[in-house]
């Protein structure tokens, strides 16, 4: 089969949907030199397992053409640039304070704030080199650097300043550790903190590098804007004086007291920005006379705790004092911010559905997938097709081959291919949220405003089959074959424009995984609902984790995976609240929203051996039932077959449950069987650590086909299975999955109410057998 490989050329959207009369832009770079061929193709199929259709495209007119090929730089890691120009290009006596929180102190070259450029060997800089505290002057032919004698120690605050005095030739490297019961690693009784003074001669002064003042990183030329030595950690209140303040004045500032106004140049208040709905600003304010206000660049996580964090609360928002630090991180990426070589307005009329890109370089290949939306207010067919773009973003760039337990996880070797390779050395494209920073901290933040290398048709994942995005092509191709007509929306238009979304259409499908999930979405489908909507959730593992999208940022998506639940990595401590909304982060089902509530069903096991199959329950040969029946006999199994795993019933599955919100007159269709003890029972449900929680022993560990009717004739079909979607093509869509799944669909986009269901006889499936 022809998978997705490892290329030189990439390029992303300005947008991940677009409508008729609006234009989307591409962004392409290449390390070759020469042209590329650039064409807009409709995606129909993105599997390339033989055993199906295989993959499927159609160009459209649009773009088509050859192009330059260029080279465009990704400059990645966070930093606040301040454009002061002018005040505080001291060429004279100067203190920088700042409170720090060093998550990488071994590492080298490490600029915490200063007006340095590293290309002129012009400025100052404080900074950390090699676990100790450092001041950098360049006096423009050559840079002098000052190291003092204490070595950090990780994930601790302390209190830092240097002072340069020229009439004494004297500079000062000041350190206290400010370590609390809860607000570092260690607590205040270890010895090795550390902390202390440094002096000595300076017999130079820092030239004017012609640049900004920047925290978290310093310039690397005077003619270019990238920005390199990353500082790893947390900065809280940092300042500058256009004097040396006393070792007596840098004491009272590390008390807590307020700082001294007299030779004050800047103070900024990272609290400031914090409001009741969160933080949604870039910007950092100055409380200095000269009001010299910065930006913040690749979006640093803020919302995080501070030195003064006492431990007694965890919202930033009921205690902003207590939070005013931000955490830079030398691989955060927002935005690569390469220029725009292709544009293309949407024609009118144009049909919606799932779009890319292609671009074509010799051997090299890559596409750049949007989805064209219908015309806005309106829907153009009954069924509409929800993307679950939310849960694309979290996944985007994932490093999982680099996760040691992966294998574990998988219950086999993982299958490694050219791709994943070429991930596990190329960072400069940003991480996922299932990965962890440089500095060893979860990633809060995914962005679509880069590439992404397995947001992509062909792409398979580490247990060798499609995952996400391609997997979601298996609805897509299966609608396609059956003539059924269908309109497109993502996650982004659901969570700004919610239930008016919804309430065009007869029948709202999911993908194959919507995991991650905003409130407004989740208030969107209540409402629908509720409103005589139907659904039909075609996946696993959905409606899990609380995310939110940025108010403003359209591309920009944040999670933080707090104390429970499947997770990659936890958030630290008082910060499992989400910065763009001020609201808990988790799992929904901490916060009394669990999937069964909405769609039946809910996450119950993950396994990535095999699939299974379902087997049919009383409710099926209800005449309330038969609908979905029809053409399907009684006892057949249903999904012993696939794309994915070999069946219908796999890889992440959900379950039936009255104790978590299955509303009670849910139909119980089907269960599967045969999961193999790679199959555990998740996380979420375990109080204690107990044996016989896989698939050979425990009966929670199913996938439940249910369906239940709502008010004012609505109604929800499960299927439970990330895999279902994945047997829907299986014989040109001539089998027991699909015929199920249109059988329901039909009737869904029916006018005809949906009869409210008497309430069955409650039936707990029977424990699996032993093998």
Same mark, same amino acid.
């Given at each position: 089969?022809t998978?997705?490989?490892a ?6 959207g ?14 392409v ?9 650039a ?9 390339t397992?033989?055993?199906?259709p295989?993959?499927?495209?159609v160009e459209?007119d ?11 730089p ?12 002018g005040?505080l290009?001291?060429?004279g006596?100067?203190?920088l304070h700042?409170?720090?929180?060093p ?9 915490v704030l ?6 002129t ?6 900074? %950390?080199?090699?676990g /100790?505290l @450092? ?5 423009? !032919? &050559? ?5 003092? $004698?204490?070595?950090f ?9 240097v ?7 004297r ?8 370590v ?5 690693l260690?607590?205040?009784?270890s010895p090795i ?16 590098s012609?640049?900004p003042?920047i %925290?978290?990183?310093? /310039?690397? @030329?005077?003619?270019d804007?990238a920005? !390199? &030595?990353?500082f790893?950690?947390k900065? $809280?209140?940092p300042?500058?004086?256009?004097r ?5 004045e840098?004491?009272?500032?590390t008390?807590?007291?307020r700082?001294?106004?007299d030779?004050l ?10 409001g009741?709905?969160?933080i949604?600003t870039?910007?950092?304010h100055d ?9 913040c660049v690749?979006f ?7 030195w ?5 609360e965890?919202n ?8 005013g ?8 990426l ?8 292709i544009?293309w307005?949407i ?11 292609r671009l ?5 290949e890559d596409?750049v997938?949007?989805f ?7 829907a153009?067919?009954r069924v ?23 294998q574990?996880i998988?219950?086999?070797t993982s ?10 050395s ?5 991480r ?13 933040y ?8 397995n ?8 247990t060798?089959?499609?995952w996400?995005?391609p997997a ?13 007509e269908y ?7 659901l ?5 008016e979304?919804l ?5 709202v ?15 969107a ?28 940022k ?11 639940g499947?997770?990659?990595w ?7 609240y989400?910065?763009?909304n001020g609201e808990r982060?988790?799992?929904w ?6 999937p069964?509530k ?5 996450f119950?096991?993950e396994?990535?051996?095999?699939s299974?199959?379902?087997v049919q ?20 199994k249903i999904?012993d077959?696939?794309?994915?795993g ?6 992440e599955?959900?379950?039936y ?11 119980l269709?089907a269960?599967s069987?045969?999961h193999?003890?790679n ?6 449900d375990?109080m204690?650590n ?7 022993m ?8 249910t369906?239940f009717t709502t008010?004012?004739g609505g109604?929800?079909f499960s299927t439970?299975?990330?895999a ?15 015929r199920?799944?249109?059988n329901?669909?039909?009737?869904f986009?029916a006018?005809e109410p949906?009869p ?12 699996p057998a032993?093998?």
């Amino acid at each position: 089969m022809t998978e997705l490989r490892a290329t030189e050329i990439h390029g992303y959207g300005d947008r991940a949907s677009v409508g008729p009369g609006e234009t989307i832009e591409f962004k392409v770079s290449s390390t070759a030199a020469g042209t590329y061929r650039a064409d807009i193709v409709r995606l129909v199929n993105g599997d390339t397992n033989p055993a199906g259709p295989g993959f499927t495209e159609v160009e459209v007119d649009g773009v088509s053409g050859e192009y330059p090929a260029r080279f465009q730089p990704t400059d990645a890691g966070s930093y606040i640039l301040v454009d002061d120009g002018g005040p505080l290009a001291t060429e004279g006596a100067l203190t920088l304070h700042a409170f720090i929180y060093p998550t990488t102190p071994q590492k080298h070259d490490q600029i915490v704030l200063g007006r340095y450029v590293k290309g002129t060997n012009a400025g100052y800089a404080l900074s %950390i080199n090699d676990g /100790r505290l @450092s001041f950098l002057i360049g006096d423009g !032919d &050559s840079t002098t650097v000052f190291e003092a $004698d204490q070595l950090f120690h990780p994930s601790c605050w302390y209190s830092v300043a240097v002072t340069l005095d020229p009439a004494a030739q004297r500079y000062t490297l000041y350190s206290r550790p400010v370590v609390n019961s809860v607000n570092s690693l260690l607590a205040p009784i270890s010895p090795i903190i550390g902390g202390g003074d440094s002096t000595g001669v300076v017999d130079i002064l820092p030239a004017d590098s012609a640049g900004p003042f920047i %925290i978290g990183g310093g /310039r690397t @030329s005077s003619h270019d804007e990238a920005v !390199d &030595s990353h500082f790893n950690g947390k900065v $809280d209140s940092p300042k500058v004086w256009s004097r040396a303040l006393s070792v007596v004045e840098l004491d009272s500032i590390t008390r807590g007291e307020r700082p001294t106004s007299d030779g004050l140049l800047a103070w900024w208040d990272f609290a400031a920005a914090i409001g009741s709905d969160g933080i949604s600003t870039d910007a950092v304010h100055d409380n200095g006379p000269l009001a010299l206000h910065g930006q913040c660049v690749n979006f640093p996580t803020r919302a995080v705790t501070g030195w003064r964090w006492e431990g007694r609360e965890e919202n930033f928002i009921h205690a902003p004092e207590q939070y005013g630090a931000i955490h830079f991180h030398d691989d955060d990426l927002e935005d690569c911010r390469w220029d725009t070589d292709i544009s293309w307005e949407i024609p009118p009329g144009f049909r919606t559905g799932i779009y890319a890109l292609r671009l074509l370089q010799g051997e090299s290949e890559d596409w750049v997938p949007f989805f064209v939306l219908p015309p806005a207010g309106k829907a153009t067919a009954r069924v509409l097709m929800l993307v679950p773009t939310t849960s694309y973003l979290a996944y985007a760039n994932e490093h999982f081959n680099d996760v040691q337990i992966a294998q574990s996880i998988f219950g086999r070797t993982s299958v490694i291919d050219e791709l994943d390779f070429w991930l596990h050395s190329h960072t400069e494209f940003g991480r996922s949220t299932y990965d962890t920073h440089t500095d060893g901290s979860g990633v809060h933040y995914s962005s679509w405003l880069r590439p992404i290398v397995n947001l992509r048709p062909k792409f398979r994942t580490v247990t060798g089959g499609p995952w996400q995005f391609p997997a979601d092509l298996h609805l897509a191709a299966w609608l396609e074959s059956l003539g059924i007509e269908y309109d497109i929306a993502t996650d982004r238009e659901l969570h700004d424009e919610g239930d008016e979304l919804l309430s065009r259409y007869k029948v709202v499908l999911t993908g194959s995984h919507p995991e991650y999930y905003t409130r407004q979405m989740l208030d969107a489908w209540e409402t629908y609902l509720a409103g005589g909507g139907r659904g039909m959730y075609l996946g696993a593992n959905g409606f899990y984790w609380i995310a939110n999208w940025h108010p403003e940022k359209k591309h920009l998506m944040e999670v933080r995976k707090a104390e429970w639940g499947s997770r990659a990595w936890q958030a630290a401590p008082g910060e499992y609240y989400l910065q763009t909304n001020g609201e808990r982060s988790g799992l929904w089902r901490g916060r009394a929203r669990a999937p069964q509530k909405l769609f039946g069903t809910g996450f119950t096991s993950e396994g990535f051996d095999e699939s299974s199959y379902y087997v049919q329950m009383p409710d099926t040969r209800d005449p309330q039932a038969a609908f979905i029946m029809e053409g399907i006999d009684p006892g057949e199994k249903i999904g012993d077959f696939g794309l994915v795993g070999g069946g219908a019933a796999g890889s992440e599955i959900d379950r039936y449950d009255l104790s978590l919100g299955t509303p009670p007159h849910t139909f119980l269709l089907a269960y599967s069987e045969g999961h193999s003890d790679n199959y555990p029972r998740v996380v979420d449900d375990i109080m204690f650590n107990y044996p016989m929680v896989g698939g050979t022993m425990d009966p929670n560990v199913r996938a439940d086909i249910t369906y239940f009717t709502t008010s004012q004739g609505g109604g929800m079909f499960s299927t439970s299975s990330i895999a279902w979607c994945g047997s829907l093509l299986e014989n040109d869509a001539i089998n027991n999955v699909s015929r199920m799944t249109e059988n329901v669909l039909r009737r869904f986009m029916a006018d005809e109410p949906l009869p409210p269901l008497h309430q069955p006889q409650v039936v707990t499936p029977p424990v699996p057998a032993s093998p």
